[in-house]
């Protein structure tokens, strides 16, 4: 999951990587952060930490469900700073 987790958001961020630092927490799977490099598996400090189901975060990646949504219906938690977090969701769409 992460594996494929990692070459989908490379995918969606691009070359350009991202302006600060997004950790995903896969509950169960593991941890993807994102910043100026692109995505990767790991598990470091970053300015903002979703945490979200396998599923959740699957139908995120797919375009099914909107990450706005998602925090908003408790299915996405959020610690950290929420602008950055509306960055990336901006980029996943």
Known sequence: VVTAAVASL???VG???FDGTVKFVIEGEGAIMVDGDGARAGD???DVTLTADTETFQAM?????NPTSAFM???LA???DMGMA???GAILG
């Open 10 to 12: 490379n995918e969606k």
């Open 15 to 17: 070359s350009g990587g």
């Open 44 to 46: 470091d400090d970053a």
């Open 61 to 65: 990646m797919d375009g099914d469900l």
């Open 73 to 75: 219906t408790g299915k």
């Open 78 to 80: 959020l610690d950290g």
């Open 86 to 88: 509306m960055k990336l």
